[in-house]
């Protein structure tokens, strides 16, 4: 069974100041998404499903997802913050969905096969596609509990124009994550890498690895989220900023001893728009590509 593709598009860009989801950034108005999923039809995928915002459905369905159907099946389903187990209501000063755990969750009656998830807004390199299914191809039927993800290097992953939220990992010596840790304030300063926490700031090596929510899953996934969002509800729903992140969850999977995480590891290089001043960088990255053969045109 070939593996989906599940792209996390519903968040609100606050930094970013617009709907970077859709942002025409390659030579012929290209999202980023859209290269993703021609990474992903190249690589062996069986088809792409998209976490979005109801808002944007209409620009989506007309801007984004014909050009993508024309290399690989498609669908959408919706992130929406009224969607709570039973027994949990929405508090009235919740104003976003409940973080990129939450996302994947929207898509559990769509996908019966092993899925990678990345952010709708990142690139990540086609050779990065290539790894993940490669490790997929490699999983026997019985080994639902061994879930991957492509680490980065934390210096290839920084923003210029402010701080960057990114996974720092930790692994043992057979390259399973041993750790992994949200950190939401990263930046260079005076050249060296930190994270901010509490008003300390924390140095961070250049080659320590972090995730850029580049995961790969297989359906079991889906049950322990739906029992540790429950959880996560009891603890924090009254806290309208709280989240149910991806690190997290899994983090805990892999301390108690129920997964192993390998990291996967590739030439693939990672850039990606936070903020507004980043977008031309972008479009730079995408021309250089295009010119470099990487990528056509118009696809």
Known sequence: MKPTLLVLAAGMGSRYGGLKQIDKLGPSGQAILQYSAFDAARAGFGKVVFVIRRDIEKDFCELVLPKVKKHLDAEYVFQDKTDLP??????????????????????????????????????????????????????????????????????NTLSEYGTVSRGVCNTDNDGNLTNVVERTKIIRENGQIVYIEDDQKTPIADNTPVSMNFWGFTPSFFEYLKRDFKEFLKDNISKPKAEFLIPTVVDNLIKSGTVTTKVLTCNAKWFGVTYKEDRPIVVQKFADLTQAGEYPADF
């Not at 559990?108 to 990345?118: M, Y």
């Not at 990142?122 to 019985?142: H, M, N, P, R, V």
Request: hydrophobic residues 35%; contains cysteine; glycine residues 8%.
């Open 86 to 155: 039973e027994g949990f209501s929405l508090p009235a000063d919740r104003e976003k969905p409940w973080g990129t755990g939450h996302a994947i969750l929207a898509a559990r009656n769509v996908i019966k096969e092993p899925f990678a998830v990345i952010n709708a807004d990142d690139f990540y390199g086609k050779e990065a596609y290539q790894t993940i299914y490669d490790y997929f191809s490699s999983l026997k039927d019985c080994e639902d509990n061994k879930y991957c993800m492509v680490g980065y290097p934390v210096t």
